[in-house]
């Protein structure tokens, strides 16, 4: 095997967490399970599409850790990123 193609990580910060995503990511939301994902290479924004997850249609999509939400709700989790000006 061969990888033709393999996205680069970037640091941005998360809720005040340090936290590497790949290169691209516009949108990190964690979803009620705890699992945070990186959306990149997506046009839509994620959306709520039940009780308990997020999902952006023509997104790829990458676990990148897992929170505790602290009392935090999950559906405010969403967060919009300019990782052109990442580190």
Known sequence: MKLTS???PVTVDYFG????VPEGT???A???DCAVNAYWDCGDEPIQTNDYTWYSNYADVTFVGEA???GMNWK???MTLNTEDSE
């Open 30 to 32: 964690t979803d009620s």
């Open 26 to 28: 516009k949108y990190i």
């Open 17 to 20: 967490n340090l936290l590497s």
């Open 76 to 78: 405010d989790t969403l």
């Open 68 to 70: 505790d939400l602290e």
């Open 6 to 8: 393999v996205p680069l």
